[in-house]
């Protein structure tokens, strides 16, 4: 009811402190910069996902430059999968990008293969050279029975 | 008692109240009328309800059922925001203080007229000091609330009660735990607000020498309603509940001896 | 048994009435909250109170909770090789459940039951009677600001719970056990995004925030006006608020996924 500018002040530096703590969690902890409007979004379309999922880093040469935005079911029922990148990102048109497993059993993420041409994709284009999951079940399925069914590695 | 109510006379008028807590009765078709300008006392045995009738006046409690006019507005109708407006006119001293604990006294007088009018902060620390002088706690400004003692405390809350210049003033025992000395000088100070400002006067009070040598009326409640009348009436009454009531003022100066050490410190 | 009957009746009836009389406080806290002049003033008050006076507790808490998950972790991850997913598994727990739910519990227990106290006290001093004789509504002036600033300070006192816990499992997890600062990081950085992990946290805070703040002065306001009154607001206030904050969790969680 009466001043303490003191007080007042101190009150200011705790909210600031907080703010600054949710700021920090917000950014480097939960990442919000990537996805943002300014990112590069393409598109490339598997047969196969194996447990890819939304979030999923995209990695060149094993380093980080986006993550994997949504997933849907295009017409042909096929796995449509949209990426946000890092938008200072160059891609070459015949670029390929696969899905790989961390370690044997670890989590899948997509790992591009940039190809050699020199017109760039642009915004909402399409990644045309895609390989999907390989299924361990599937792999050891082959094994077991020497089944010679062939995989479909477009 | 239509005529009671548009009486320019009457402050206020209660009409046929009803109170119970729970399955207890406290007041049973109570009617009854304070005079503007005066001093009344209210006398009663413990459990009577004297204390819950300022309270009812305050609008701090509703009753079940009857009307309780202030002014000539009955009250009991209002919702909580109007009875805001009602009590702006309403000063009350309670029993024990009341005042804001974590605030200075200064403080705690201030409060209200920083809420409620206009003026400046000069103009309010001045008001404030005034009537701190007028009560005799000029140098207890500073204190907080649970530093005074019991006779700075009544005085305080009395300060406290009327910074607003009120047109009804209700005082719940206000000389109860007190020393002679600060018993005398609270008296003092009702009597001179009630002639300064014409306050309409409510006193709850078990010092019942103190307040009958005060009283302009004295209202006695008993189970079976209200009897009001002069002092001298009421020392003339015949009812024997009354006259165990006064026979009390024989015996009070030596129940107002109590060990109170802040008299001293005060 | 129909005694049995009469007293379980009685105990339903005061439940829903009790509940009644809830709803209509926090409708009257809402209210209160739009209603001139605006208490910036207690507010701040109220800020530091609740606040600034618990940061201690929080930061110590949320540096001992990071640590001892830290450790715990470690020891469990390393016996399947994956001690460098520790980042994400600290990092997770800490945002998503323990730093809100255990900010609430501190909160309670530091600032909720202080305010309970408090009010209860006025009610029983006729402090809030004094007021309302003065022309001033104790919901305004004394309760709303008090509910409102638990709502601003939970999610804060939450952040910086988890910061805190953050630190001390990365200093358990990089400096005592030895595992690489880069991993510790970008597993935990890769585990969580803002939207499913962080706001969903944020968001759990505010909701207790809520509740704390509504819970705690609510009892206080309700208290029977004697010393045991002050003491049964204190208490129930802790049991209450600390029941519905866990109870409150497991629904969000179920429901939002958070």
């Known amino acids: 009811m009466n001043r303490h500018p003191l007080r007042d002040f101190i009150v200011g530096i705790f909210v ?14 939960g990442g919000i910069s990537y996805g943002g409007p300014g990112g590069l979004t393409l598109y490339a379309t598997f047969d196969e996902l194996g447990g890819l999922k939304p979030r999923a880093p995209v990695v060149i040469a094993g380093v980080k430059v986006g993550a994997v935005e949504s997933i849907v079911l295009d017409a042909d029922y096929r796995a449509r999968v949209e990426m946000n990148l890092n938008p200072e990102l160059q891609i070459p048109v015949d670029t390929s990008v696969s899905i790989v497993t961390s370690g044997l059993l670890g989590d899948r993420y997509l790992t591009m293969l940039l190809g050699g041409e020199e017109t760039m994709l642009k915004e909402g284009e399409q990644l045309e050279f895609t390989e999907s999951a390989v299924l361990l079940e599937r792999l050891l399925g082959k094994f077991v029975y020497g089944s010679t069914g062939s995989e479909d590695d477009r | 008692m239509k005529s009671a109510r548009n009486d320019k006379s009457v402050a206020i008028a209660l009409e046929g109240v009803n109170m119970s807590f729970g399955t207890r009765r406290v007041m049973h078709d109570l009617t009854c009328e304070f005079a503007r300008g005066k001093i009344t006392v209210i006398l009663g045995g413990s459990g009577s309800g004297k204390s819950t009738l300022l309270r009812l006046i305050g609008g701090l409690i509703r009753p079940q059922s009857g009307a309780i006019y202030i002014d000539g507005r009955d009250v009991t109708k209002l919702a909580e925001s109007d009875m805001y407006d009602v009590r702006r006119d309403i000063g009350m001293m309670f029993q024990h203080g009341a005042l804001l604990d974590s605030i200075s006294v200064f403080d705690n007088l201030a409060f209200p007229l920083h809420e409620h009018t206009d003026m400046s902060e000069d103009d309010i620390a001045d008001e404030v000091r005034d009537r701190l002088d007028a009560v005799g706690l000029a140098n207890a400004e500073d204190l907080l609330p649970g530093q005074l003692s019991g006779g700075m405390l009544k005085r305080a809350a009395l300060a406290r009660a009327i910074i607003q210049r009120p047109k009804i003033l209700l005082c719940d025992e206000p000389f109860s735990g007190l020393d002679p000395i600060s018993v ?7 009597l001179q607000v009630n002639q300064r400002y014409e306050m309409t006067t ?3 009070s078990h010092h019942v020498a103190t307040t009958m040598r005060m009283a302009n009326h004295v209202l006695v409640l008993k189970a079976s309603g209200a009897v009001s009348g002069s002092p001298e009436e009421m020392r003339a009454s015949a009812d024997p509940l009354i006259h165990n009531l ?4 024989l015996t009070d100066n030596i129940d107002d001896i109590e060990p109170e050490g802040g008299a001293a410190r005060a | 048994m129909i005694e049995l009957i009469r007293e379980l009746g009685f105990l339903v009836y005061r439940f829903i009435y009790d509940l009644g009389r809830f709803g209509m ?3 009257s806290v809402v209210k209160n909250l739009f209603v001139r ?18 940061i201690v507790i929080i930061c110590v808490s949320g540096l001992a909770v990071g640590m001892v998950l830290s450790l715990q972790g470690y020891n469990t991850l390393i016996r399947f090789g994956a001690e460098e997913t520790l980042g994400a598994v600290v990092g997770l727990s800490l945002v998503r459940e323990l730093g809100p739910v255990l900010t609430a519990l501190l909160t309670t227990g530091r600032a909720g039951s202080a305010t309970a106290a408090e009010i209860a006290t006025m009610v029983k001093d006729e402090q809030l009677d004094g007021l309302r004789m003065m022309s001033i509504d104790p919901m305004h002036l004394i309760v709303t600001p008090k509910a409102a600033s638990m709502i601003l300070v939970m999610p804060l006192l939450s952040a910086m719970f988890i910061c805190c816990g953050l630190f001390g499992g990365w200093m358990i997890g990089v400096l005592l056990m030895g595992i690489d600062g ?3 990081l970008t597993s935990m950085e890769s585990s969580m995004t803002f939207a499913d992990d962080v706001a969903g946290s944020l968001l759990k805070s505010v909701i207790f925030g809520i509740l704390v703040g509504l819970i705690s002065t ?4 309700t208290a029977t006006p004697t010393s045991e009154g002050v003491s049964s607001a204190t208490t129930s206030t802790v049991v209450f608020a600390s029941v519905c904050v866990l109870i409150s969790d497991y629904f969000i969680t179920a429901l939002w996924g958070v």
């Open chain 1, 16 to 29: 600031l402190i907080g703010l600054a703590a949710v700021a920090y969690l917000s950014i480097t902890v």
């Open chain 2, 184 to 190: 005398k000088r609270i008296e003092a100070l009702l």
């Open chain 2, 202 to 204: 409510l006193l709850v």
């Open chain 2, 246 to 249: 006064l026979s009390d003022e």
């Open chain 3, 25 to 27: 406080f926090a409708l």
């Open chain 3, 37 to 54: 002049p605006l208490r910036w003033r207690r507010f701040c008050e109220e800020i530091f109170k609740e606040g600034v006076l618990s």
């Open chain 3, 182 to 184: 880069g991993t510790y």
């Open chain 3, 218 to 221: 609510y009892r206080g306001f």
